[in-house]
């Protein structure tokens, strides 16, 4: 057992792309069962930070861990496996394939990579296919289980990304920028959904719409220029200076 609070988190990471240090020596812990939004500036470094919570990319420096356990020479289908879930910035569903088909594939790759066999079991192919329906039923996407991905707008294609990242049954869940290039009402029906699996995962979100940070969130850790600049409660981060003069300008 470890000592840290934290169930995912990173200490003195920095990554550097050739001459270019785009994350230093960055510290953030993120505590179970809570939501996390992380926000900053375009280009602060958010969307990087990922890649190395979930070893997309390879660390320059520094470490990442797991329940207190050093994670960061691990392959990503070993950190997934370990609980750790990801959707993307950009939509990386399977356009000709069908909801049901994309969600029935992250469910059964979650099974096949999990080492237990379970998927040549009897009735394995039925389980997966279950989870698969209760998972579209869940997000309010059940009439579209046939349908391909492509003949859907762009909301209902996010929301199946979730579903597909939730298929792969994560404790941790990583969502970078969840309601990007959606309307309002579709980003109020994503803010709702989050809302309303919070009890059941620790979220980390990349966001940058306000209302949804402020609404919604336990924590807000705020990036600029690969560095953490802060790190609190909403109330917290709306008054603080440093944050208004990196974020906002002001
Ligand atoms: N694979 C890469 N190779 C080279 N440079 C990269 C790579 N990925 C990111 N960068 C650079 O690292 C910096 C941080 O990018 P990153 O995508 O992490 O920002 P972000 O905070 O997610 O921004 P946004 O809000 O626009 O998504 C940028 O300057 C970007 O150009
Ligand atoms: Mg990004």
Do not use: C
Request: charged residues 20%; hydrophobic residues 40%; positive net charge.
């Amino acid at each position: 057992m470890s000592a840290t609070p934290f169930v995912l988190a990173a200490e003195n990471l920095t990554k550097k792309f050739n001459a270019n240090t785009v994350i230093e020596n960055l510290s953030i812990g993120f505590e179970s069962g809570m939501l996390h939004s992380i926000l900053g500036p375009n280009g602060a470094g958010k969307t990087t930070l990922f890649n190395l919570l979930t070893r997309d990319l390879p660390v320059s420096g520094g470490e990442i861990l797991l329940r207190g356990e050093k994670i960061t020479g691990l392959k990503p289908h070993q950190i997934a496996r370990r609980g750790v879930g990801r959707s993307y910035q950009i939509s990386s569903v399977y356009l000709d394939l069908s909801f049901h088909q994309n969600v029935w594939l992250a469910a059964y790759r979650k099974e096949k990579n999990g080492g237990t066999g379970f998927w040549r079991s009897v009735g394995a192919y039925k389980k997966i296919g279950e989870t698969a329906a209760r998972l579209l039923d869940t997000l309010g996407l059940a009439e579209f289980s046939d349908v391909p991905a492509k003949a859907t707008s762009y909301g209902d294609q996010r929301l199946l990304e979730i579903a597909v990242t939730l298929a792969t049954d994560p404790e941790i869940l990583l969502l970078d920028e969840p309601t990007a290039g959606l309307s309002q009402k579709e980003t109020e029906r994503i803010k709702n959904f989050i809302q309303s699996i919070k009890s059941k995962y620790t979220i980390i979100m990349i966001e940058h719409k306000m209302n949804v940070v402020m609404e919604i969130s336990d924590r807000i850790h705020v990036m600029n220029r690969g560095a953490l600049i802060a790190s609190g409660t909403a109330a917290e981060i709306a008054r603080n200076e440093a944050v208004h003069s990196a974020y906002f300008g002001l």
